[in-house]
């Protein structure tokens, strides 16, 4: 049983900054890689960041180099730093976990989601 708690969601105006926490309740040592993704009211949730259990990461062209993502396995958190938020960022966002194991088993988790909203 594995459990993503995303904290740090807030209203804050453009031009502001925010940081993201997933909180994983499980063994970060089986997780492959972790990401975020977001979700706006009538749009397909989308990527937005990942990183590898090795910290190589990759982001979406979107972020302009204004999103850093990061992990502290000893915190069993992984980070999104959000800066120079605009408008169009305002969505609910998703932290994802992806585990395998030798076995074969393989399995996405989701946290449940957290709003992050961005006035003009």
């Known amino acids: 049983q594995v459990q993503l708690v995303e904290s740090g969601g807030d209203l804050v105006q453009a031009g502001g900054s925010l940081r993201l926490t997933c909180a994983v309740d499980g063994n970060m040592d089986n997780i492959d890689y972790m990401a975020w993704y977001r979700q706006a009211p009538g749009k397909q949730r989308e990527y937005v960041a990942s990183i590898t259990d090795d910290d190589s990461s990759n982001y979406s062209g979107f972020v302009q180099g204004r999103f850093i993502i990061f992990r502290d396995n000893a915190k069993k958190s992984m980070y999104l730093q959000m800066n120079n938020l605009i408008p169009g960022d305002t969505a609910v966002y998703y932290c994802?976990?992806?585990?395998?194991?030798?076995?074969?088993?393989?399995?996405?988790?989701w946290g449940q989601g957290i709003l992050v909203t961005v006035s003009s």
């Open positions: 994802k976990a992806h585990y395998s194991s030798t076995a074969g088993w393989a399995k996405d988790f």
